[in-house]
């Protein structure tokens, strides 16, 4: 092992989603093969004894990179000298809810965690938000930890980034690794804007590729923003594999950075670039590297975007308002 260890802590670990992610993480899919990782596990107390049967199977699996794990239910304990907290921990939502309605379900968990960081992570914490409603709980976590820099808090589209390459790819017969520079816009919600009008395809601009604005509207935005309940309707349980492979690529892409020529989709601190309200926790497309994240700028905005930017911005806002009230913020 060539370099010093990374303390990674996920909360939320016993869930469905840190079943799928722990073991991504300790086998090196974040840094890769020579980057020791040191786990640092949050679980509320009931869950603790599953969460000791996940770590039995990570002990099982005897991986290299991982140096080292440790269980917890204290967050001033678990988040003490962490380098990235991935907070997964909170509810799902079911059938028939929107993520909007688990903001005070939610939201308090995001309260408290936010003042551990801000308390005992390392001087050189990230931390990503995947725990739904992910833009609003980022924010709470953001507003109670002063202390950490406040572009040191995102929230995942990197799920929904990845489902607009999927689907844009199976719609033109190209290869995802043919598509760069897709865009989501806003909230991790059925309001986000999934924007092709600046992507590629193999270099050529992939609405022009589509030629259907028809498709578009009705099929592509739609069947992208309303993926995580379809998913719901299908498994009977919100997507967990899927939503713990983009945790990895968006902690990857800001510890590592994006390729030349391409960019990411990460709901990052807005600082009113684009028109969007300065504070809010809005998805943009980024560039990001050594662990530091930019807003692409001049990107052209025509009116359909405009609107639907407007929108999901708009649900954000009231989502703040929400939070307000309920005193986390
Ligand atoms: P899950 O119910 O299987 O697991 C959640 C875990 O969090 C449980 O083990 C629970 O005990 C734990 N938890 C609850 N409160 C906690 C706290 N205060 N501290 C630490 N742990 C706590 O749910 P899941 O399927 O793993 O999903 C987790 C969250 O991720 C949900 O909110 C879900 O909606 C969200 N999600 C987000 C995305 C995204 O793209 N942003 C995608 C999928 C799921
Ligand atoms: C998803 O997008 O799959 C998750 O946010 C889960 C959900 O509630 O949709």
Redesign the pocket.
Known sequence: MSTPPVKVAV??A?????YSLLFRLASGALLGPDTPIQLRL???TP?LKSLEGVVMELDDCAFPTLDSVEIGDDPNHIFDGVNLALL??????TKGME?GD?LSA?GA?FTGQGKALNDHAADDVRIGV???P?NTNALIAMTNAPDIPQERFS??TR??HNRAISQLAAKTGSKVSDITKMTIWGN?SATQYPDIFHAEIGGKNAAEVVGDQSWIENDFIPTVAKR?AAIIEARG????AS?AS?TIDAARTWLTGTPEGDWASMAVRSDGSYGVPEGLIYSFPVTTSNGDWEIVQGLEIDDFSRAKMDATAQELVEERDAVTELGLI
């Open positions: 909360t939320g016993a869930g469905q989603i840190g949050l679980e509320i869950a997964v921990g909170a509810r799902p939502r993520r688990l939610n968990i995947t725990g739904n992910a929230a995942l799920l929904d991790h995580g349980a919100s997507s967990a939503a983009a």
